[in-house]
């Protein structure tokens, strides 16, 4: 009886999983054919400027200039249901540090996935500045791990926020429904978005050859990279 009855426990929970694999998989966004990388770039400026905009990021926008790059996740999904997990695909944009100008945008996409009880499903627009050169050299591989041998710190908020102590490689900040969310990307997964690069610049191309290199370029990035020079500015 006691057999049958762990049986019956162990197909339940098999089912359990299933289910919310299935949840998992639906609601976070897919490898998607149907997000264009212009789009991306678009919906990037328009996360900036919700971050420029916001009162709570005055820490941010302080210390924009002092930055070696961005990395801007326009919309970061997170969902669960016993399985849980984010996903987003973004942008990121180099400084150069002769000229101080902003360079064309590489795609990448930034996920993780988590085991436990949960439920329920949340969208947030996330910025990253990095702020080493160790930050900016671990973009030129396939991917890493965000609190491996890149370190990331929830980036400091409020008005007269001191954010004095903060030494990590990248610095996040995330914004849900207009407000501060405080999200933590430690072990998240960041990796380079091969397709993205092909289809925005016409070629297959590494990420050293748009942000090092500078080997590329798309008209479409001028709005963003222009919006960037300015917030840096205090404009």
């Known amino acids: 009886m006691t057999g049958s009855k762990n049986v019956k426990l162990t197909f339940r929970f098999v089912v359990c999983l299933f289910v919310a694999a299935i949840f998992f998989l ?5 490898a998607g054919e149907d997000l264009k990388p212009q789009i991306v770039v678009d919906q990037a400026l328009v996360t900036l400027n919700n971050f420029v905009k916001a ?25 669960g249901f016993i399985f849980g ?13 002769k000229t101080g100008r902003w360079g064309e945008p590489a795609f990448y996409s930034l996920g993780s996935v988590s085991f436990g009880l ?19 050299e671990s973009l030129y591989g396939t991917g890493f791990k965000l609190g491996g041998d890149t370190s990331v710190a929830l980036g400091p908020v409020g008005v007269g926020a001191a954010g004095k102590g903060v030494t ?15 999200l933590s ?19 297959s191309v590494r990420p050293t050859d748009i942000l090092v290199k500078k080997d ?6 001028a ?12 404009k």
């Open 85 to 97: 997990g984010s996903g987003g695909r973004g942008v990121v944009l180099i400084r150069d540090p």
């Open 118 to 136: 949960q439920i329920g499903a949340e969208s947030s627009e996330v910025v990253m500045q990095i702020r080493t050169q160790r930050g900016v």
């Open 26 to 30: 639906s609601v976070l966004p897919a």
């Open 216 to 221: 590329v370029s798309n008209p479409g990035s």
């Open 55 to 79: 009162a709570d990021m005055e820490w941010f926008k302080s210390h924009l200039k002092d930055s070696k790059g961005v990395f801007i996740v326009p919309q970061l999904l997170k969902a």
């Open 168 to 182: 990590a490689d990248l610095v996040s900040f995330s914004l849900a429904q207009g407000a501060y969310a405080g």
């Open 185 to 203: 990307l430690d072990g998240s997964m960041v990796k380079v978005n091969d397709d993205f690069n092909k289809d925005y610049y016409g070629k």
């Open 223 to 234: 709005k963003l990279r222009k919006a960037l020079a300015k917030a840096e500015k205090g």
